[in-house]
């Protein structure tokens, strides 16, 4: 059977000599969205961490459409497609949003720079409103619509976003998830790992929930939500 069109498989690793994941598979089909959720210090952000190449790998592999990047530094993974948001100091705070952006594209050799700048604007109005705003003057919303829109600079084929909705008002999570939604549907793939657990699975066509660096739970996202362990340990009731 094929891979998946991004697989992080039977990772094993974490950091020095200490396993953090333990046998861990995250994937993600092309055009879909999978979410990793589970309780504080399950290996969430870390699981992530690995599929981007910030940690080495004890055991299992990496592969993006059908190559092996488990090798790869996350500097040649950006080259390859793969576009990653962290959940803090993910923006240039001095520079303006538009400035933001024209550092996202440093990779690009192309002409059509410009066009894509325009793409982010109509996908975050407020984004060109602001354009010549230092991006450390904006609220928590709008900090993450220009870190998500610097990522999506390098005309990613798969984005990565950790706890993208922390720190931010209802509101703007349920914005944050349209905008999400409307990214996935231009094809590209979206891994994120979230802590507004049953917000992200509703959204999520596919939903890992790991416990202590290790699949406990994988279905889709309404299949999660609708099972009553996972509601009961993990989502509340």
């Known amino acids: 059977m094929a891979d998946p069109f991004l697989i992080g498989d039977g990772m094993t690793g974490g950091y020095g ?26 290996g969430k952000s870390t ?37 990653f948001v962290p959940q803090t100091h993910n923006i240039f705070t001095s520079m303006t949003v538009e400035e933001n952006l024209e550092m996202g594209a440093f990779i690009r050799t ?9 793409q982010i604007y109509t996908l975050f109005p407020i984004l060109k409103q602001k354009r010549n705003q230092a991006a450390g003057e904006l ?31 209802p509101i703007v999570m349920d914005e944050l998830f349209d905008r999400i939604i409307e990214i996935a ?8 790992v979230e802590q507004n657990a049953r917000q992200a699975l509703e959204i999520a066509d596919k939903g890992y929930v790991l416990v ?22 993990f989502l509340g009731g």
């Open 17 to 42: 000599p200490v396993d953090i994941l333990h046998n861990c598979t995250i994937s993600v089909e092309k055009g879909q969205i999978a979410v990793i959720v589970g309780p504080n210090g399950a």
């Open 47 to 83: 699981a992530m961490k690995a599929v981007f190449g910030m940690l080495n790998l004890r055991g299992g592999a990496v592969r993006l459409n059908g190559e092996d990047i488990t090798r790869l530094t996350p500097q040649a993974r950006v080259r390859k497609g793969m576009g």
């Open 110 to 118: 192309d002409d059509t720079i410009r066009d894509t700048i325009e």
């Open 139 to 169: 609220s928590g919303g709008q900090r993450q619509q220009v870190a998500v829109g610097r990522a999506l600079m390098t005309q990613p084929s798969v984005l990565m976003l950790d706890e993208p909705t922390a720190g931010v008002s």
């Open 185 to 192: 549907r231009t094809g590209i793939s979206i891994l994120m």
């Open 212 to 233: 202590q660096g290790a699949n406990r739970f994988t279905d889709t996202g309404k299949a999660l939500m609708a099972d009553p362990e996972v509601r009961r340990s």
